[in-house]
């Protein structure tokens, strides 16, 4: 197969219109390097299914004056000519190749992008830190609903900050703060000095502090994105055996972060990377970047970030298939169900039947259990994979509806949003609740989450059972009755076996009688 040329991320969006398609995206940074290859859809969807990363450190050994060596050229060809072999193998055709801070800054970054073209024709554009903090945004903003809140991507050789106000981005600013390049400047020892790290944390603080008085106001969230963020909650996800084991919507408190730098300051990079989620490509940079975060928090007077799982790499698919952002979370959910519909080729129009009628009985059951938006993304969430466990096991699918919540990338949620919809997924054929949640789940789930993961199963196994039938619902004899009313006599016909099974979930759960009404 002849190789394939890849131009800038706006040139090859124009040529994606023949979705869905497989897209590689090529990110070489200043400390690891990573390939993604995305199946894409017409929707505006994308779907991370093959992944790999090597550490070629192209901003290892620079010279005083930024340039690239030459021991770090070869590795990063020798990167990308590994990435686009797997491509090829893969019949992926449509590449994208970005460079970030390292070549950014090296006077012979442009002719390290020509050694990479000729050597393997991939062709990588340079993008400033305006381009990098803008896909970091797009990335995030295609996982989350954002808000007033500040992304950071922290990078081997710089720091982007974006800020965000009503979703949208409205500045952006490119620092030198880079866990790798921070490590050169500072960290002479390993394990480092206490003065090592005090000047290189004095450092940070002067520079993001100044930055964020610039951008001035209030910032809800930190959202964090980048490799050793996500190492710190890997990390911190192993070390407390937390329930959900993706690092994205992981929230990373400062007493986390504390505890990890206690832990790892006194060892030496050896035996740093042997922590779980460390790493051997983050073990002798990672101090350097607990420095930024922690910093980055005392600046917004917050105790926690968010971890995102997505960054410039999903950021510059998005933007390739041209997916609108920003979205509600609604929508994000939605696009995640219809991608995971396409993926394990359930239903997803049947999702949507029991998700308009789980939405209804939802909203007359809420005010009087205390639900709010967040209860009611996850049983929307909860509703539209019910069935995608099918193409597990067809007569166990509601256990392996449950996994797939929790495992495959349903964006919009937080990691409580999660679990609660992998709970009612669970529980949705009437099953009774594991007795081993009550230990696994926690801290994430404790007895109030059972409590409304069982009565969001409830609902979403009503809905079910009724959604082919499409009956009014309502609350009747003073809120103890729920009536399921049809339009015309012909429509009433309610096998008495749903009737049962609606009459149980409502009485068991809820304490309802049920009055069925014809036309």
């Not at 770090?72 to 060809?77: D, E, N, P, Q």
């Not at 081997?156 to 490119?174: C, F, H, I, K, P």
């Not at 007493?255 to 051997?280: N, Q």
């Amino acid at each position: 197969m002849a190789r394939q040329r890849a131009g800038s991320a706006l040139a090859d969006g124009e040529l994606l219109r023949g979705v869905p398609a497989l897209l590689g995206v090529i990110d070489v940074g200043s400390n690891t390097a990573r390939c993604v290859v995305f199946e894409t859809s017409s929707a505006g969807t994308i779907r991370p299914v093959y992944e790999t990363k090597e550490s070629p450190r192209l901003g290892l050994g620079t010279g005083p004056d930024g340039a690239l060596s030459e021991a770090a050229v070869a590795r990063g060809v020798h990167t990308v000519r590994r990435f686009a072999a797997s491509l090829r193998r893969l019949g992926v055709r449509k590449v994208i190749g970005v460079a970030t801070s390292a070549a950014r800054d090296a006077p012979n970054g442009p002719s390290f992008v020509q050694e990479v073209e000729r050597a393997t024709s991939v062709r990588l554009k340079i993008i400033s830190g305006t381009e990098e903090a803008r896909y970091a945004y797009l990335g995030v903003a295609g996982t989350l609903e954002l808000r007033n809140d500040l992304v950071c991507d922290l990078g081997g050789g710089s720091l982007q900050l974006a800020e965000v106000r009503d979703g949208a981005l409205r500045n952006s600013v490119s620092l030198p703060l880079g866990a790798l390049r921070l490590s050169r400047r500072f960290l002479e020892h390993d394990p480092p000095k206490r003065r090592e790290r005090d000047e290189l944390r004095e450092h940070v603080r002067s520079a993001i502090r100044s930055t964020i008085e610039a951008f001035g106001g209030h910032h809800d969230r930190l959202v964090a994105v980048g490799g050793t963020v996500r190492a710190l909650a890997r990390a911190s996800i192993e070390l407390t055996e937390f329930p959900v084991r993706r690092v994205h919507g992981f929230r990373l408190y400062d007493r986390a972060i504390e505890a990890l730098d206690e832990l790892l300051a006194e060892m030496p990079a050896s035996k740093r990377k042997a922590v779980p989620g460390i790493g051997s490509d983050r073990a002798d940079v990672v101090l350097a970047g607990i420095a930024v975060f922690e910093e980055l928090e005392r600046a917004l007077g917050i105790d926690h970030l968010l971890v995102s799982g997505a960054g410039i790499r999903e950021g510059i698919a998005l933007e390739a298939v041209r997916a609108k952002l920003p979205v509600s979370s609604e929508t994000l959910v939605d696009r995640s169900v219809t991608a995971a519909a396409a993926s394990f080729a359930f239903d997803d129009e049947r999702g949507r039947e029991v998700g308009e009628l789980a939405d209804r009985l939802f909203g007359l059951l809420a005010g009087r259990h205390g639900w709010g938006r967040s209860e009611r993304l996850a049983l929307r969430a909860a509703a539209g994979m019910h069935d995608a466990g099918i193409a597990v096991d067809l007569w166990n699918h509601a256990q392996h509806s449950s996994y797939l919540i929790r495992n495959y990338p349903i964006w919009g949620l937080d990691q409580r949003e999660i679990l609660l919809a992998s709970m009612a997924a669970y529980l949705h054929d009437g099953d009774a609740a594991p007795s081993a949640w009550k230990k696994r789940f926690l801290p994430l789930a404790g007895a109030p989450e059972l409590a409304v993961a069982l009565q969001l199963g409830a609902i979403l196994q009503v809905a079910k059972t009724l959604a082919d039938v499409r009956p009014a619902l309502s609350l009747t004899n003073g809120g103890r009755t729920l009536t399921v009313a049809f339009s015309t006599a012909g429509d009433s016909a309610l096998p008495s076996r749903w009737q049962e099974t609606v009459r149980k979930a409502m009485e068991r759960v809820f304490g309802l009688e049920l009055r069925v009404r014809d036309g």
